[in-house]
């Protein structure tokens, strides 16, 4: 009797423990810069509560980084924060900007996926879904695209200006560089520093690093609450950091290309200025006296002549400063 009561029980041990284990959901975080938007938290943290419900399948965190809200935006996310634990918050004692926002949301978020959106309900949070379906198509970082937007005229035209100035420079064809609703693979976020106005150009870093970059139209709503943060100084700072990205992206480690392509256009407009009026002097007979192109050409020559010699000094620099770190490697496999 003994010997039957110990073979029944055997294979029930053996059944439990091979069981297998539920799957593991994937993690989405959330990161949200806002600053002085404490009547549109609520109304979004309701909204992204229904994209949650919607979206059983995954798990959610939402960091929202306040950067230095001088309003009641904090004491607001205290209160979302005890009705949801799902939702947290970084507050800055003062107001840095949208890329230290960003920088910082990054570095907390432990989701494998990593969704950024505006804080002041333009952005739609009932995207999500869409922008997880294209990911999921093989890109790296998806970014959204207002086709339809509600701006002040300004703001709107301007934007076009800077969007198509930005893809024409970089190559990458995007239409809404500075669309706030991104979703990014976790890697993708860790690899790219953010700082200055550098959150416009997330695409184009993520681009030259070697990721996938896509786009997807989506939403755009009027903005219900508060004003815009919008500025033509904003707008100077977007291209003046539009400028630091082309040269230390894609000349850092070859500052001969850039200065020695500009030294050459420098030196052989000023040489064909020179050689143009030193033909009209011998066979024409023309004085050179009161020329004032003469002493253009000489002066662009002899840019031209700096500008190249500035790159070459560059080049040194970069060779002798060179890192293996600078590499963003994929795979390693010895």
Same mark, same amino acid.
């Given at each position: 009797?003994?010997?039957? %009561?110990? %073979? ?138 207002? =086709? ?7 703001? =709107?035209?301007?934007?076009?200006? &800077?969007? #198509? ?11 809404? &560089?500075?669309?706030?609703? =991104?979703?990014? %693979? ?18 184009? !870093? ?10 997807? $139209? ?8 508060? =004003? ?5 100084? %904003? #707008?100077?700072?977007? #291209? ?17 290309? &850039?200065?020695?392509?500009?030294? $050459? ?9 020179? !050689? ?47 890192? $293996? ?10």
């Amino acid at each position: 009797m003994e010997n039957k %009561r110990r %073979r029944n029980i055997i294979p029930k041990l053996r059944r439990r423990t091979v069981a297998s284990p539920d799957k593991q959901k994937r993690k989405i975080s959330i990161v949200i810069p806002a600053f002085n938007e404490e009547d549109s938290l609520r109304p979004l943290a309701l909204e992204l509560r229904k994209v949650f419900n919607e979206m059983k399948d995954y798990d959610f965190e939402v960091i929202i980084v306040d950067d230095g809200s001088t309003d009641n935006s904090l004491k607001v996310l205290n209160e979302i924060k005890k009705e949801d634990q799902r939702f947290k918050f970084i507050s800055f004692q003062k107001n840095y900007g949208k890329s230290a926002a960003l920088s910082i949301g990054f570095k907390y978020a432990t989701g494998d996926l990593i969704v950024t959106m505006d804080a002041d309900l333009q952005d739609d949070p009932h995207e999500i879904p869409n922008l997880v379906k294209k990911i999921d198509e093989g890109f790296d970082l998806i970014s959204g695209w207002k =086709k339809i937007r509600f701006d002040p005229f300004i703001k =709107k035209y301007s934007s076009r200006i &800077f969007n #198509f100035v930005t893809s024409f420079l970089t190559g990458i064809k995007i239409h809404d &560089f500075n669309c706030g609703l =991104k979703i990014y %693979r976790k890697e993708v976020a860790q690899s790219i520093k953010v700082y200055g106005e550098m959150h416009r150009y997330l695409p184009v !870093l993520a681009h030259w690093n070697g990721f996938r970059v896509g786009e997807i $139209v989506v939403k755009h709503h009027p903005r219900r609450y508060g =004003k815009t943060k919008f500025g033509a100084s %904003r #707008f100077m700072k977007g #291209f003046l950091d539009l400028i630091t990205i082309l040269f230390t992206t894609r000349y850092l480690r070859r500052p001969l290309h &850039f200065f020695g392509t500009l030294g $050459v256009i420098l030196f052989l407009t000023g040489f064909s200025i020179d !050689l143009y009026l030193a033909y009209e002097w011998a066979f024409q007979g023309k004085y050179l006296t009161n020329r004032p192109m003469l002493w253009l050409g000489i002066l662009l020559i002899l840019l031209g002549v700096q500008t190249i010699a500035i790159g070459l000094i560059g080049e040194m620099i970069a060779h002798h400063a060179q890192r $293996v770190e600078d590499y963003h490697i994929k795979v390693i496999n010895l």
